[in-house]
């Protein structure tokens, strides 16, 4: 069985993240891809069995206005540590007929149900919350492009969210990347950056590694993953937040 992570861009003009792991945890493909027939190239070697793959992108969008019920209920829960959700709505271009995700999910016949007893599903991730959940982070690490953020510390932050995905390897739901090729390239190109258009094409593959890890995450610990919403309103699944930061 498969797990893959798709760190999907909103317009196809920027580039999008796509990771593969094994039922071992074993990452076996990262890479940054354009349009929807190399995601979708990237992918299909590796979702001809049982496969759930995480969409860092909204799969179902249906009210015309405002956020949805998956991202207000999952901003109560994470906006304290700078991880609340984008709003998602048909009145936004990108959503007006159907979300990019779906359709590729669907081209992939993928089932986006999350709650599905099938073994062939997509579904909706967030990686800044996923990482608070399972870093137990006071705040988001502060890797995105945004003005006053310098590419030294787009860097660092960077090298700090690698530094802890690699640390899955010491988990209970293993996560072992450190020595694949794709990644030692990766951490590579972020050592070697000097500008901020090439930590972006570092920061997207990275990300999508999280959405595979958060789609393993799920099936090895439904106990400990939270659904906020559902299948007909749109959802995001993500690693519930321990309790020592629900408490505070």
């Known amino acids: ?16 993240g796509v990771a593969v792991v094994d039922s071992d945890g074993c990452l076996v493909r990262a890479c940054a891809v354009r349009d929807d027939d190399q995601i979708r190239a990237e992918l299909r070697p590796y979702l001809h069995g049982p496969c759930v793959v995480g969409f860092d992108a909204p799969l179902v969008v249906t009210n015309p206005t405002g956020t949805r019920p998956a991202e207000a209920a999952l901003n109560r829960d994470f906006r304290r540590f700078e991880a609340g959700a984008h709003p998602a709505n048909t009145g936004r271009p990108e959503f007006a007929n159907g979300s990019r995700g779906g359709r590729l999910a669907a081209a992939l016949s993928l089932d986006l149900d999350p709650d599905s007893p099938g073994m062939r599903r997509a579904i909706e991730v967030y990686p800044h919350a996923a990482t608070v959940a399972l870093f137990r982070l006071e705040r988001t690490l502060k890797y995105k492009a945004k003005p006053g953020r310098s590419v030294d510390r787009l860097r660092s932050e960077l090298l700090l969210l690698m ?40 920061e997207d593959p990275v990300d999508a590694v999280v959405c595979a890890y958060v789609a393993l995450y799920s099936v090895r610990c439904p ?10 309103t749109g959802y995001i699944v993500t690693p519930s937040l321990p309790p020592e930061l629900t408490e505070r």
């Open 223 to 232: 106990a400990r993953t939270t659904i906020y919403g559902d299948a007909d």
């Open 1 to 16: 069985m498969y797990f893959a992570g798709v760190d999907l861009a909103w317009g196809v003009r920027n580039p999008t």
């Open 163 to 202: 530094d802890r995905v690699e640390r899955l390897a010491d988990t209970d739901v293993r996560l072992r990347v450190a020595d694949h090729h794709d990644w030692v390239a990766l951490r590579a190109q972020v050592m070697a950056a000097e500008r901020k258009s090439e930590l972006r094409r570092a």
